[in-house]
């Protein structure tokens, strides 16, 4: 299966606190994305990384690639409550288009 | 990028009977793309919708099972036919623009 793996499945964290998530995956890819879905509903891009790209900030987000090892990380600083929601990375294959390989995604808890 | 609208938003049906769920985006998209996730999973492709030709279907995923119609530039169905208790999910389409992924709100899908 050409699909993602993340971890930790699940995180809990503190207000204030930074969180990270990382992705890896199995072979070359376009581009690697971030995507967040609150209480199992539509999914929110967050951020693309190129794989021509090491980094990428936004705001409070974090994106790093490291595409010898096959690995992304998304970090979000400074957490707050609402960061609350399960955070997914999504490869490009440069496949046909609309198919993301989605990881299994991870369940992050910012506590007040 | 594009709004999607999809609804319903959740249903509860019964089994052997069949769902359709709508699409409607913002503006005109060439494709439009259907997924699959499973309570606790990531999300599957299901198939794409062209305009004015039939459906492109994931390997799984058969038309007799899921068949999608896309009237125009602006609009999708798909239809959860003769549906058992597996086929509780949530479905979501999504459109994509310039690598970026806009995804409908879900319908949270339910089958007793």
């Known amino acids: 299966s050409q699909q993602g793996e993340e971890d930790p499945q699940a995180l809990s964290i503190q207000e204030g606190e930074n969180a990270t998530m990382n992705c890896s995956y199995k072979t070359s890819i376009n581009n690697l994305q971030w995507y967040r879905q609150n209480s199992g509903r539509g999914l929110v891009h967050l951020i693309l990384?190129?794989?021509?790209?090491r980094e990428k900030h936004s705001g409070r987000l974090r994106v790093t690639l490291d595409t010898s090892k096959k690995s992304s990380s998304l970090l979000i600083t400074a957490s707050r409550a609402a960061d609350t929601a399960s955070y997914f990375c999504a490869t490009d294959y440069g496949g046909s288009q609309g198919n993301l390989i989605f990881g299994k995604g991870t369940k992050l808890s910012v506590k007040p | 990028s594009a709004v999607i609208s999809q609804k319903p938003s959740r249903d509860i049906c019964q089994r052997g009977t069949s769902l359709t769920i709508q699409c409607q985006v913002d503006s005109q998209v060439t494709m439009m793309f259907w997924y699959r996730q499973q309570p606790g999973q990531s999300l599957t492709l299901i198939a794409t919708?062209?305009?004015?030709?039939?459906?492109?279907?994931e390997s799984g995923f058969v038309i007799d099972k899921f068949p999608i119609s896309r009237p125009n530039l602006t609009f999708s169905t798909l239809t959860v036919s003769n549906m058992s208790p597996e086929d509780s999910s949530i479905y979501l389409c999504?459109?994509?623009?310039?690598?970026?992924?806009?995804f409908g709100s879900g319908t949270r899908l339910t089958v007793v």
């Open positions: 999504s459109v994509e623009d310039r690598s970026r992924y806009t």
């Open positions: 919708a062209n305009q004015g030709s039939e459906a492109t279907y």
């Open positions: 990384i190129r794989s021509n790209e």
